[in-house]
């Protein structure tokens, strides 16, 4: 159990801040119609759908297994309950089972499979709209043999609540990126995950990221962070196209970070990013007016730095607030919301030259 000397885990929101968010929300949860951009002629191809319909729900990747957390439903309830499915050698899924269930509904959460574990990390919980409410909790549960889990336990806490966080690992250091706490949040905090599935403290980064990112989307490749897009505090624009950068030193810190010289074709939030095989990755998401379809994809090169982006094959479904994951070179984007909280699933496959197609 957590060290209950530490500070309570929500903060009561500003008013404007309460505005931001109840703008966001809207953006996010409203029928808004798609927009159908340029893209590959291969849509993703649907695989088996998992139970609980979720929106701003988590995913991560165990070994063999896929699993999802958290989330809202259309009813604006919490959905406890984990799903998991084995990922077949053709990378289809098996049926989804329900394991057990989140000590604490949230959504806009992050998760990471680490050393046997898997954990739930912030997000936001509590009534919907102007009163809801960031969170710093930590959960875990351990992973049984056959991909279910034991009892989710609190772990311990974030240094400050964050409520659409990043999170991505690398080796047995787990960062947490951006996110709100009744502002947008620049800094990135960092945890040691121990092979016991206890964490270490976490503590502030030093570097904090160049742009006060929320609903925005991370990806990690070859010990580098990338942060794309996300939701600008600007009555001109609703989103950013940018990309900034950092690098992981050798005592696990972070480089300063940069803006790189390409931008998305497409600026947008609440999207998945993801990186496979040497190249980044931006599906879907929101541009403040429609929905989105459209997939992204930019090489990088040996320094780390992100070439042109160029669209590939499009989603089947244009949703935002979703889920992603990687296996392999299979890529799997994961509930969200479309005209509704969706539970459907759709993958790709990773071609030689970076394009995404569709399995045969």
């Not at 954990?119 to 875990?140: H, L």
């Amino acid at each position: 159990m957590p060290d209950k000397s530490i500070k309570p885990t929500t903060y009561l929101l500003p008013a404007i801040g309460a505005l931001l968010i109840g703008t966001i929300a809207f953006l996010a949860f409203a029928k808004t119609p798609a927009k159908h951009e340029p893209g590959g002629i291969n849509s993703w191809k649907p695989v088996n759908s998992f139970h609980l319909p979720r929106r701003a729900l988590a995913a991560a990747v165990a070994g063999d297994y896929l699993y999802v957390m958290g989330g809202i439903d259309d009813n604006d309830e919490y959905v406890r309950q984990t799903e998991y499915a084995r990922i077949n050698r053709d990378g289809t899924l098996g049926p989804w089972r329900i394991t057990s269930s989140l000590n604490e509904g949230r959504f806009y959460l992050a998760a990471v499979a680490s050393d046997g574990y898997l954990y739930a990390i912030g997000g936001a919980t509590g009534p919907r709209g102007d009163d809801n409410q960031p969170i710093a909790s930590v959960e875990r549960a351990r992973i049984n043999p056959d991909g279910g889990l034991g009892a989710w336990e609190f772990v311990n806490y974030l240094t400050t609540p964050r409520r659409g966080l990043k999170v991505v690992k690398h080796q047995n250091h787990i960062y947490a990126i951006g996110g709100y706490n009744g502002i947008f949040l620049k800094s990135v905090e960092r945890v040691d995950a121990r092979p016991d599935g206890t964490l270490g403290d976490w503590q502030l980064e030093k570097e904090a990221s160049a742009i006060d990112r929320y609903i925005h989307s991370a990806a990690i490749l070859d010990g580098k962070i990338y942060l794309l897009g996300g939701h600008v505090r600007s009555p001109d624009k609703m989103s950013y196209g940018d990309v900034e950068m950092t690098s992981i030193e050798p005592d696990a810190a972070l480089a300063p970070w940069q803006i790189e010289r390409s931008s998305l074709q497409t600026p947008r939030f609440i999207a998945s990013a993801f990186a496979m095989n040497g190249y980044l990755y931006m599906a879907g998401g929101h541009d403040g007016q429609y929905r989105l379809d459209s997939v992204e994809y930019a090489p990088v090169d040996t320094e780390g730095h992100a070439g042109k982006w160029s669209y590939t094959a499009k989603l089947s479904t244009a949703r935002s607030a979703a889920a992603v994951v990687t296996h392999g070179n299979a890529v799997y984007v994961l509930g969200g919301m479309d005209s509704e909280a969706l539970n459907t699933v759709e993958m790709a496959l990773q071609s030689e030259d970076g394009r995404l197609r569709q399995p045969k």
